[in-house]
């Protein structure tokens, strides 16, 4: 079972677009796949029409100990689950304050969900912070995708987040391995975006090899900038519901195909090299 965290301290660059869409699409690949809200602002829940208000048990009370993900996930769509958040998972912090295991519950709570739940992909749509609840996800992850808006200020930060990387690694999740950059909101045509792109590349190939980015790559799928992304989430639906037929559904369905690619590659070694 892949576990992907979607991560980048900053806001605004994609993490929820392409949780929901690659979530989504995934699921509708034949994969059984769970997303796991862990924003406080609970947009991909909304994205997918999920309700997480009033009685609704949400991801904030597997954080508490008083349920389990299997009693919280519901079903959005064929193969999809979501596990959704609100605006109560910003207690969280305080929450686990004095709590011994604090960056593993997650962890916990995904050890005993995966022997009753049959799936093959886990995706946490991670909050805007280096906080408790990005540490969560990226104990509990094997893999980071980091989406990036290629913008002036896009490498800024991207140190922050691979030393926090590198920290969680050596202290909580060995396994732990940045192994994708998903570029979105992509301007084509654009110098600024191809000088990103080039420095990024630059800077990966210099990396130290035992670092968790060592072997990241950056997709090729470009996520262009596509009004029909932006706007699914008022509808609850993903793009592939939303907007079959426009360039972000076809963006997202390439950078699943690339995924399900790369997957096919690490199970069977012996074929691809021959
Ligand atoms: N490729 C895209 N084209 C157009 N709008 C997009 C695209 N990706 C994201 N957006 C919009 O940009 C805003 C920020 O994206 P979002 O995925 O919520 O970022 P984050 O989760 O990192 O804060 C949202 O309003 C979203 O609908
Ligand atoms: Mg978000």
């Not at 009370?61 to 064929?78: H, I, M, P, S």
Request: with cysteine; hydrophobic share 45%; glycine share 6%.
């Amino acid at each position: 079972m892949r576990r992907i965290a979607i991560m980048n301290q900053k806001g605004g660059v994609g993490k929820t677009t392409t949780s929901v869409n690659l979530a989504a699409g995934l699921a509708k690949a034949g994969k059984q796949v769970c997303l796991i809200d862990l924003d406080p602002q609970g947009h991909s829940s909304l994205h997918l029409g999920v309700e997480a208000f009033g009685q609704i048990p949400t991801i904030y009370q597997v954080f508490t100990g008083q349920k389990t993900l299997a009693e919280v996930r519901q079903l959005a769509n064929d193969r999809l689950w979501v596990a959704p958040a609100n605006i109560d998972l910003a207690g969280t912090e305080l929450e686990l304050i004095d709590a011994h295991d604090r960056e593993t519950v997650l962890r916990s709570a995904i050890e005993k969900f995966s022997q009753s739940a049959d799936l093959d992909y886990i995706i946490f749509d991670c909050p805007p912070s280096l906080t408790v609840l990005t540490i969560n996800a990226l104990t509990a992850a094997s893999d980071v995708f980091i989406p990036l808006q290629p913008h002036f200020f896009a490498l800024q930060g991207l140190s922050k987040l691979f030393e926090t990387t590198a920290l969680v690694k050596r202290r909580l999740n060995r396994a732990l391995k940045v192994s994708g950059i998903v570029l979105c909101l992509y301007e084509t045509g654009t110098r600024l975006a191809a000088d990103i792109t080039d420095d990024l590349t630059r800077f990966l190939e210099q990396s130290d090899p035992q670092a968790p980015w060592a072997s990241a790559k950056i997709f090729s799928t470009r996520i262009r900038r596509n009004i029909k992304l932006a706007e699914a989430p008022s509808f609850g639906q993903s793009i592939f519901d939303y907007a079959e037929k426009s360039t972000g559904a076809a963006d997202y369905a390439g950078l699943v195909e690339e995924i399900l690619a790369l997957e096919q590659a690490t199970q069977q070694p012996a074929a691809s090299a021959a």
